[in-house]
């Protein structure tokens, strides 16, 4: 019979010694062998030999690792990764709007590209401050981070280059988040104002253009407008309020805004979200929450441990749900994948990310409705070259639910508010008198000239998509 005995250290080095004992006599032969675990993983936390089987030739050893990684090697060869994780608290989560893939941050400057199919990190930077959000620009060739430390950077979504920095301020950024257009980015502060940035560049350059004032506690969570004109945000001390974006000005009649559509649903305060609020919750207890993009399901993360689902929209007192434990630490975030089949979720300080497989009743997957002319778009490739809204729409069978019958009553049944014209005294004013007049203050001349800008860039989305198409051919060649 034999034995192994394996030692390591955090210097990333592993010595595996082996000894065979025969009979009637004992003969025992040692062989030491220096393996080295794969970088970018830490050193070495714990071992675990495993033996094969009477008949096997070599044996196994399991390493776990400091960096929330575990490595399989044998003796005499390589290790091979089978586990790689996060090594400290992560809140930042945003998926792909067009392909399997979303990306992760945590407090340990680790910013992570992850393929949602394999299961396994695209790429791994470190940055140069604890990240704390992340956001994927529309075309999916950008991912912007916000740190604890009031700055934000660009990251290039295939080689994982640093090409933009920025800094707002000294407090931590607890969101982004693009407009539907990729024209416009919002920065949620902890000193409780939202920066505005005009991007440029395929999202590879960004100008401010200003911030919006209002809030009395830090900003936690943001959505855009389907037209990428009005924002709603929620702050620490569960306010809920509505901006227009053009005018830099809140929106001071909420009955204004009952028309908007959304783009997405990330706030945790509003009508058609309070029903998942359990009762007695304090206002924190819930830390996330995510509308499906079919706007059929919500899903939330809270304090205990739980990833709760709801019916969209979810405004009934104490709404029933279903609750799935897993995580050992509060949940930090939640995002739906770009065609509803998963809910990814982040755990605080068990560093965990989880993949759940939506289904239906009867246990199996839901269907996915993707109409035959985008289903290539669904997938790994890019949207159709020469579109005009192209660019606006990466995920065209979400607009193609939303004009079903069958998922009206999921949003408001009448169409979106069309952005009315700047007047010759500088206001902005509803043309219908069916909506409540929004009043604002005379617009910057520095401000105009840059959403003539904007403007005028619109009549070249049919050439800037032929860099959509490079960045599907680049991500096929790293995978």
């Keep these: 019979w034999e034995t192994v005995l394996a030692m390591g250290g955090e210097?990333?080095?592993?010595?595996?010694?082996?000894?065979?004992?025969?009979?009637?006599?004992?003969?025992?032969?040692?062989?030491?062998?220096?393996l080295q675990i794969p970088t970018g993983l830490g050193g070495v936390r714990s071992l675990c030999a495993w033996d094969q089987g009477k008949f096997a030739v070599e044996n196994v050893v399991f390493v776990g690792t400091l960096g929330n990684g575990i490595c399989k090697g044998e003796i005499g060869k390589d290790f091979e990764t089978i586990l790689e994780g996060h090594m400290e608290e992560l809140w930042g989560l945003a998926t792909h709007p067009f392909a399997p893939m979303f990306v992760t941050c945590d407090y340990s400057k680790q910013v992570v590209l992850w393929n949602a199919t394999k299961r396994e990190p695209i790429w791994r930077k470190s940055v140069k401050y604890a990240a704390q959000s992340a956001e994927i620009y529309p075309t999916g060739r950008i991912v912007a981070v916000g740190t604890t430390s009031g700055r934000w950077c660009v990251l290039d979504a295939v080689t994982s280059d640093v090409i933009y920095e920025r800094r707002d301020g000294v407090e931590q950024l607890d969101c982004l988040k693009y407009s539907p257009n990729g024209r416009l980015l919002a920065v949620g502060s902890h000193d409780n104002f939202i920066y505005i940035y005009a991007v440029y560049d395929d999202g590879r350059d960004y100008k401010k253009i200003g911030r919006l004032d209002g809030h009395s506690s830090f900003v936690t969570h943001l959505d855009w407008s389907s037209d990428s004109r009005f924002l709603q945000s929620t702050s620490g001390d569960y306010e809920l309020l509505y901006w227009d974006v053009i005018a830099l000005r809140h929106v001071g009649h909420v009955s204004a805004?009952?028309?908007?559509?959304?783009?997405?649903?990330?706030?945790?305060?509003?009508?058609?979200?309070?029903?998942?609020?359990?009762?007695?919750?304090?206002?924190?207890?819930?830390?996330?929450?995510?509308?499906?993009?079919?706007?059929?399901?919500?899903?939330?993360?809270?304090?205990y441990?739980?990833?709760?689902?709801?019916?969209?929209p979810c405004c009934t007192h104490k709404s029933a749900g279903h609750i799935y434990p897993g995580h050992s630490s509060h949940v930090t975030c939640v995002r739906f994948m770009y065609d509803d089949s998963y809910v990814i979720s982040t755990g605080g300080m068990d560093c965990a990310i989880f993949q759940w497989r939506v289904v239906g009743k009867n246990g199996r997957p839901r269907p996915v409705k993707i109409p035959d002319a985008t289903k290539e778009e669904a997938s790994f490739a890019s949207p159709r070259l020469g579109h005009p809204h192209t660019l606006k729409?990466?995920?065209?069978?979400?607009?193609?639910?939303?004009?079903?019958?069958?998922t009206q009553t999921s949003r408001p049944a009448t169409p979106t508010v069309v952005p009315p014209p700047i007047r010759a005294e500088n206001k902005i004013t509803r043309e219908h008198k069916t909506t409540a007049t929004v009043d604002t203050s005379p617009i910057k001349d520095e401000n105009r000239n840059v959403m003539k800008e904007l403007k005028e860039r619109e009549k070249k989305d049919i050439e800037e998509q032929k860099l959509i198409q490079q960045l599907v051919d680049d991500i096929f060649a790293s995978s």
């Design 11 to 34: 210097d990333s080095a592993e010595v595996l010694c082996r000894g065979e004992k025969s009979l009637p006599c004992v003969v025992l032969s040692i062989c030491v062998c220096f």
């Design 257 to 303: 805004m009952s028309d908007v559509t959304w783009d997405t649903y990330t706030c945790v305060f509003g009508y058609n979200v309070f029903g998942m609020w359990p009762e007695g919750a304090d206002g924190t207890d819930v830390n996330a929450c995510a509308a499906s993009h079919d706007r059929t399901l919500l899903a939330s993360s809270d304090d």
């Design 305 to 312: 441990g739980k990833v709760n689902l709801f019916k969209f």
């Design 393 to 406: 729409n990466t995920n065209k069978h979400r607009i193609a639910k939303l004009i079903d019958t069958g």
